[in-house]
């Protein structure tokens, strides 16, 4: 089994619902907060570092960013929630176009939950989670830097989801990722797989 998609590029920055690539086709979006390794991520999934542009400062990635993996379906990185330097303004602009892209959206197939695995969920999260939860739509949630971690910080993690998000890991389908580890990359990968499949 391949731990990576072979062929990805960007396609385009989508500020407004109504700039969506006109040709359509299934869509994995990645949420979180700022800073939580979404863009990251994706990079690793298509074993491209340079694909998406990260940052080490959070708020970097202001809109929605499309990048077509093997001309079949693309992979969507949201703008962080959690951090703003132009708060009200910028809160308003994220809003309006979350709202937008989420509403009865037939190709959105997964969406992938990013959270920091070496922390507690924040509030900002809780508001998140229990926003995707009202739309109805298909999701995991996945827990980066795990690389970081040692045995009992990992052991942790299902305390603090189900202390701060009230999720047990038998209802909702958890991954753990590291940017490093190309078998947890994998396993991502493969689930990803299987929704397009279906």
């Known amino acids: 089994m391949e731990n990576y998609f072979k062929k990805a590029s960007f396609i385009k920055t989508v500020v407004d619902k109504k700039e969506i690539p006109s040709d359509r086709k299934k869509e994995i979006l990645f949420v979180g907060k700022s800073n939580v390794g979404k863009s990251t991520l994706i990079n690793s999934l298509v074993n491209n570092r340079k694909l998406a542009k990260t940052s080490s400062h959070p708020g970097h990635t202001k809109y929605l960013n499309y990048y077509l ?23 308003k602009i994220y809003a309006n176009l979350v709202e937008d892209y989420f509403k009865d959206n037939e190709y959105l197939k997964l969406v992938v939950f990013l959270l920091d695995s070496r922390h507690l969920p924040t509030d900002d999260d809780l508001d998140f989670y229990q926003f995707l939860l009202s739309t109805n739509y298909n999701f995991v949630i996945c827990m980066t830097k795990c690389d970081k971690l040692n045995m009992s910080m990992k052991a942790k993690i299902n305390k603090n989801l189900k202390e701060k998000l009230n999720i047990n890991k038998d209802e909702v389908k958890i991954f753990l990722t590291s940017n490093d580890d190309a078998r947890l990359i994998g396993n991502l990968k493969a689930y990803i797989e299987t929704v397009l499949e279906g």
Do not use: I, N, Q
């Open 69 to 91: 993996v093997e001309d079949k379906f693309y992979l969507v990185d949201c703008p962080g929630y959690g951090f703003s330097e132009k708060r009200g303004k910028d809160y």
